[in-house]
């Protein structure tokens, strides 16, 4: 009977170890590029390998590189990674739905790993899906991304000194690589962008907010104004 368990919870835990494999090579240039950036924003190897093993947040990570050489306090880039992360608690409920039950401390250890790849790989899976699934789909995702990360930082530090300070403008580029398919898609990120860009350009000129508190003004006042006037227009259409 144990050996029954132990050979269904292999297969489940393979079966999510071939379901994360898209996933754990979509990353790997993703997390190859935040390791270079990282390095030529001035973190060291175990700094880089460190953030993406306790973070483990693509765009959280790419913005705390910038505000990192913005200059910003710790307090700042803390806040700002949880309001772009806050998502995950809606996606860890709906999951929780879906998975079977287990002990608490094995559902916190795999939500840990939830990311939008990984809960889109989940959710769309037919019927219960089990813990062992989850340790296998994340355990191949998380791996490819912090080995990634640690590979990307040390491909940056064989460049030349002069490279690894040009490198900086990457990120700037890469924001706007992230931005412009959203763009594309909704009409409603076009005003989003927008309207950050400009209440963070009136804490710093206007009100001389530092540039870390700026963000997240900008980025909490933005989602909060275009939010509520995509809703007014919504009732009309339907009133």
């Known amino acids: 009977m144990e050996t029954t ?4 919870k ?11 494999a898209s996933i754990a090579i979509g990353y790997m240039p993703i997390a190859l590029t935040f ?9 060291s190897l175990f700094e880089t390998v460190l953030m993406s093993v306790i973070v483990y947040a693509g765009a959280s990570q790419y913005i705390s590189l910038n505000l990192l050489s913005l200059g910003t306090g710790a307090f700042e880039i803390v806040l700002t990674t949880f309001i772009l992360n806050i998502r995950h608690f ?3 409920a ?3 739905e879906k998975v079977e039950p287990d002990v608490l401390w094995k559902k916190a250890l795999y939500a840990f790993g939830i990311t ?7 959710a769309t899976k037919e019927g219960t899906v089990t813990t062992s699934y989850m340790f296998g789909l994340i355990a191949v995702s998380y791996g490819s991304w912090v080995i990634s990360s640690g590979i990307g930082h040390l491909v940056g530090a064989s460049l030349p000194q002069s490279l690894q300070e040009s490198m900086s403008v990457a990120l700037y580029a890469m924001f706007i690589g992230l931005l412009v398919p959203a763009l594309k898609k909704q009409r409603k990120t076009i005003w989003l962008a927008g309207t950050a860009a400009i209440l963070n350009s009136v804490c710093l000129l206007v009100f001389h907010v530092s540039k870390g508190w700026a963000i997240v003004i900008a980025t909490v006042l933005a989602a909060v ?7 007014e227009s919504e009732a009309e259409r339907h009133a």
């Open 10 to 20: 292999s297969s489940h835990f393979r079966q999510g170890v071939q379901a994360g």
């Open 90 to 92: 809606l996606m860890s």
């Open 116 to 122: 939008d790849e990984t809960f889109s790989v989940a």
């Open 225 to 231: 104004i275009v939010q509520f006037f995509d809703k």
């Open 5 to 8: 368990l132990a050979a269904r």
């Open 94 to 96: 709906s999951l929780n």
């Open 35 to 43: 390791g270079l950036l990282a390095k030529t924003t001035g973190l």
